[in-house]
């Protein structure tokens, strides 16, 4: 299947990303795909029966070119003068075999990232270091550098970089620590003005409390003493009574 870039693509000079994965080349290129991609810097065209990089167009701000999974075996020295400015290539799943078909890559001064894996150059004795001595620019070899650490992803670049901008948008912001100690102090402050006034209250309450139980006492006793007035008027009666009461039987 033949895919052709459709014209109102081409109108579009600020498309920085293609993906034309899985598309089939037509003798060697994608129809459509030229020099009016001025401002293209990142360029997908795995698995699309590409033989040959020499109808590639002129990219001078391509960036990351995935070439994998095709059929090339040469004609590298191509990209150092159509994509200068590579910092990314990934050759794997061709037919490259020998380190003097990577040689090309020398003029590609900014690219520091190459994948080769599954390529038959990958079975020479010594192939890592051979590489890493030819191409002295790169810093990652299939995913890891001269010393078998693995190559960051881009993405996790951009989350790593948005963490920096949050931390230091935090720094001048202040400390959060010192609001949250305000913050403690204060409720500790109304905390002890409820405490102070629940033990007013409760005081108070208290004082209350035995001024009525005196007050209780104080009734008690006077009731008591008004018990005791009127039971001494009655003995008093009987008292003056008995005689006039003997005095009556004598007469009788």
Do not use: H
């Amino acid at each position: 299947m033949v895919v052709e870039l459709r014209s109102d693509w081409l109108s579009c000079p600020k498309v920085t990303e293609l993906v034309l994965d899985n598309c089939r080349s037509s003798n060697g290129e994608i129809e459509g795909l030229n020099d009016s991609f001025k401002e293209l810097e990142f360029l997908s065209m795995a698995n699309v029966e590409l033989s040959s990089l020499a109808k590639l167009p002129t990219l001078s701000k391509l960036r990351k070119l995935e070439l994998s999974d095709n059929i090339i075996s040469g004609g590298l020295e191509v990209l150092a003068e159509r994509c200068p400015n590579l910092t990314y290539l990934n050759l794997s799943g061709n037919k490259i075999k020998d380190l003097g078909t990577v040689e090309a890559l020398q003029n590609l001064k900014n690219l520091k990232s190459l994948d080769l894996f599954n390529c038959e150059i990958t079975n020479l004795e010594d192939y890592r270091d051979s590489i890493f001595e030819l191409l002295q620019q790169i810093t990652y070899l299939d995913g890891f550098d001269q010393e078998d650490n693995e190559a960051p992803d881009s993405e996790e670049d951009d989350d790593e970089g948005d963490e920096e901008d949050d931390d230091e948008d935090e720094d001048e912001a202040g400390p959060p620590g010192e609001y949250e100690e305000e913050d403690d102090e204060d409720d500790g402050g109304s905390d002890l003005g409820e405490g102070e006034e629940e033990e007013e209250v409760g005081l108070s309450y208290l004082m209350k409390e035995e001024i009525q139980d005196e007050d209780d006492d104080d009734d008690y006793v006077e009731e008591g003493g008004d018990e005791e007035e009127e039971a001494g008027g009655v003995r008093g009666e009987k008292r003056k009574r008995d005689p006039e009461d003997e005095g009556e039987e004598e007469e009788d």
